[in-house]
């Protein structure tokens, strides 16, 4: 079963240009026994960009990010990274992937050292690195500990040192947020805008969509392996904006009448409701052919305000409205009785 | 050098580094760690120290006392009065009696062959009248004797013929004490017989005592050493222990340690900075070294054995060669099979069902090294010396037994095979390994092990 491409979600789908780009897959299609994980997927990755890969569970996301990383190869199409194959470059590629992974037994600095070697670094630059991301972290102290006294979210910060160790140009992280609480994805937040601002092409999967509309500068959203959107922040705002002001007045009782009365008689007006999620505000909206700023001086012009503001869309909104207009939720994996970890 | 190759050498370096790093890894948290000296190092001769020196011990005060009557019905009357002897000698203590022609040489040989009960205490009652046979009989049914033996009066007479002594003993009676009653009642009866036949015991005795050969090793420097045939069989079978040892405990880490990477789920982070390939031979050449530190360890004590047996002119040069050669092919045939079992399951328990049936084919070795060592040229040994994982053990079995030279074309040719076998299942494995390592879920059946080596 394939996702349904409305002609609006088709209209989304604007790649970047592959010249130059950090990832760029080709007509990639990907099976797991009876299970089209990924679906002809095209995906360019700008260098320097900061990129959200979203979508439902079982999207086939991790599936794509491991054809990234060249851990599982395609069924058909091409995979570039860094103008190459990942095996290539794999020393200029940063990857946590979805599921954690520590030897228990091993000091946390001793892990993150073999790491650094296995990523081509020498033995005292990857022992250094290793202590003073540990400080950059707020994980003072665990040096010495073995990675098995760690707490969940301390044992997923290691591996986030693990991934930027070597100072990669890309970094590839699957759901770096999941379990961790508020100030430690805040953290990481901050850690990922930092690696991003000196230049660093991330992508990163989440389920979190605040996180990828702070972050992301580009989104791509997959359902059943399939690509539905890839475009920009803006140009995703913009497609999905929903000409709606939300306005408050100083008083509901105004001259003439009632509030939404006078509002609707205003033209390029299309309805007046009130804002379920804020006291005292009203939700208008504004007509597809008329341009809002007239319509907000008019109101302003006309009605004592508090405030008033043109509604941004969410992220999240338009991830659920293009879900469901796929077609449905995620698809169950049934494949072989032995398949491949795919869980993206 | 132009870029091109500086970069291709740099990546070069750079790879052998990687497999470099992981492989120390492996040998650093095998080898290096408590758990490893305590079970493939102290384990070990412990158990060995504990068989030559405590398992006897223990043994011997399990034994039980024999204390009873033992009922004779002996109508020559010569029998008896020598059972009654010998008992009366082997009464108290357990001591064995005193050596030399005496009429308890038999139940020393007894004492010396079993361990003794921790005391003896044995009256005899003889009868001549064979009438008393079943009220007899009946007291052994109710454990009121210990045994009872009818003696055929034939039986001490120059022609014995098919005579026969009876000897009853109760359902329950341990076989230790049957053994002693056969051995006092055979040496008994062979005295009575001499006697009965007007020889002396003492002299005749004598006469058949053993001849004593004294048999000297000549090496081929010509220096001689005392011939110690048992242990010249230890030889054989002690190189392919040490084979078969090392290359399977290093084995069985390298089938533990990937099923803990996939357990771990640190595989995933492993594959991102190395390719399958790398990180297979980096974990086989890592714990090759564990299994060469195995070699140093129990190498070495047999070596020093071997020295002070001063059974050195036994162990040519070649075979030294030989050994390192199978040690290798050995390794990598159990290491690839380990590895790629490994990289298809989840935990330990789902390998067993896959790992199983090797080790009952490489148990084969095991079980044929006697007659595999006593006749290193035939059938069983030539045949079993071309199939691949058992060529490693067979030959070393073979090439050690040094009771007759292996023609070195079959030497040659098990090389040949066991090397050409040893690639392809390197081959095999770094494919099922490719596959393997993120495969999740029920483990594979060995068909579609294979079937995965296949995949492009």
New interface residues.
């Given amino acids: 079963m394939t996702a349904t491409i409305t002609p609006r979600i088709a209209s989304m789908i604007r790649p970047a240009s592959a010249s130059g780009a950090a990832i760029v897959l080709t007509k990639v299609d990907k099976h797991f026994g009876n299970t089209h994980a990924v679906r002809s997927l095209d995906l360019v990755v700008p260098h320097g960009s900061i990129c959200g890969f979203l979508g439902p569970n079982g999207a086939g996301k991790s599936t794509s990010i491991?054809m990234i990383?060249s851990?599982?190869?395609p069924d058909s199409g091409e995979v570039r990274v860094l103008g190459g194959s990942a095996?290539e470059n794999?020393?200029k590629?940063g990857?946590l992937?979805e599921?954690?992974?520590?030897?228990?037994?091993?000091r946390v600095a001793e892990f993150l050292a073999?790491?650094g070697?296995?990523?081509?670094l020498t033995a005292s630059a990857a022992s250094k690195r290793a202590l003073a991301w540990l400080d950059r972290i707020a994980l003072p102290g665990v040096a010495k500990k073995r990675c098995q006294e760690l707490s969940k979210g301390m044992q997923q910060k290691v591996?986030f040192i693990?991934?930027v160790l070597h100072e990669p140009d890309l970094l590839i992280l699957d759901e770096p947020f999941s379990g961790l609480d508020p100030v430690n994805a805040r953290l990481m937040m901050r850690l990922i805008d930092e690696l991003h601002q000196e230049g660093r092409t991330i992508i990163f999967s989440t389920h979190q969509m605040h996180t990828a509309e702070k972050l992301c500068d580009r989104v791509v959203l997959i359902n059943r392996g399939q690509k539905l959107l890839d475009a920009t922040l803006d140009e995703v705002r913009t497609a999905f904006d929903p000409r709606t002001l939300a306005v408050e007045p100083l008083r509901t009782e105004v001259a003439g009448g009632q509030f939404d009365r006078h509002v609707t008689s205003l033209p390029g007006v299309m309805g007046v409701e009130r804002d379920d999620e804020r006291e005292n505000t009203w939700l208008v909206h504004v007509d597809r052919n008329s341009d809002p700023q007239p319509v907000i001086a008019a109101i302003a012009a006309s009605v004592p305000l508090r405030a008033i503001a043109l509604k941004q869309v969410s992220l999240e909104k338009v991830f659920v409205d293009i879900v469901e207009a796929s077609g449905e939720t995620a698809p169950p994996l049934h494949g072989d009785?032995?398949?491949?970890?795919e869980q993206g | 050098m132009g870029d091109a190759s500086r970069i291709a050498s740099a990546e070069k370096s750079g790879n052998t580094s990687k497999v470099l790093s992981v492989a120390w890894r492996e040998f650093k948290y095998t080898a290096l760690t408590k758990g490893f000296l305590f079970s493939a190092l102290i384990l070990p001769f412990g158990m060995f120290l504990l068989m030559l020196v405590v398992m006897p011990l223990l043994m011997s005060q399990e034994t039980p006392p024999l204390k009873g009557t033992i009922a004779i019905i002996d109508p020559t009357g010569l029998v008896a009065p020598e059972v009654t002897h010998d008992f009366g000698e082997l009464r108290g203590s357990g001591e064995p009696a005193t050596a030399g022609t005496s009429a308890s040489s038999s139940a020393k040989k007894l004492a010396d062959a079993i361990t003794r009960p921790q005391s003896i205490d044995i009256s005899v009652e003889a009868t001549r009248d064979p009438a008393d046979a079943d009220a007899l009989r009946e007291r052994v049914r109710r454990n009121e004797l210990l045994a009872l033996a009818v003696i055929d009066p034939k039986i001490v007479s120059r022609d014995p013929g098919d005579a026969t002594i009876q000897l009853l003993v109760p359902s329950g009676s341990s076989t230790i004490h049957t053994g002693i009653y056969l051995d006092v009642l055979k040496g008994a009866t062979l005295r009575a017989r001499v006697e009965a036949s007007g020889e002396d015991y003492a002299a005749v005795s004598k006469l058949f005592a053993s001849p004593r050969i004294d048999t000297q090793r000549v090496s081929e420097r010509g220096e001689t050493a005392k011939e110690q045939r048992d242990l010249r069989m230890i030889i054989p079978i002690g190189f392919m222990l040490i084979l078969w040892i090392c290359t399977f405990t290093s084995g069985q880490y390298l089938l533990t340690t990937t099923i803990e990477e996939k357990s771990n789920k640190v595989m995933e982070v492993l594959l991102s900075a190395v390719s399958p390939m790398q990180l297979l031979f980096g974990k086989i050449l890592g714990q090759a070294c564990v299994s060469l530190v195995m070699f140093a360890v129990y190498g070495g004590v047999g070596s020093f054995g071997i020295v002070m047996l001063k059974m050195l002119d036994l162990i040519p040069g070649s075979l030294v060669v030989y050994l390192i050669l199978y040690a290798v092919m050995a390794y990598f045939m159990v290491a690839t099979i380990m590895a790629a079992v490994g990289s298809a399951v989840s935990d330990l328990r789902e390998a067993q069902s896959l790992v199983a049936p090797v080790m009952v084919m490489l148990m084969v070795p095991l079980m044929l090294w006697l007659p595999i060592s006593q006749n290193p040229n035939g059938m069983l040994a030539t045949v079993t010396s071309f199939i691949p994982p058992l060529i490693p053990f067979v030959m070393i079995l073979r090439v050690s037994a040094s009771t007759e030279p292996v023609a070195v074309w079959q030497v040659i040719a098990s090389m040949v095979v066991g090397f050409g076998a040893t690639i392809g299942m390197v081959w095999v494995a770094a494919r099922i390994f490719r596959i393997g390592v993120l495969m999740q879920g029920k483990p594979p059946t060995p068909l579609e092990l294979l079937r995965w080596a296949t995949y492009k």
């Avoid at chain 1, 009785?337 to 970890?341: A, D, F, G, W």
């Fill in positions: 491991r990383m851990i599982f190869y095996l794999k020393d590629i990857y992937p599921e954690r992974g520590l030897y228990r037994t091993m073999y790491l070697r296995l990523k081509g591996q693990a991934a009785s032995t398949t491949l970890t």
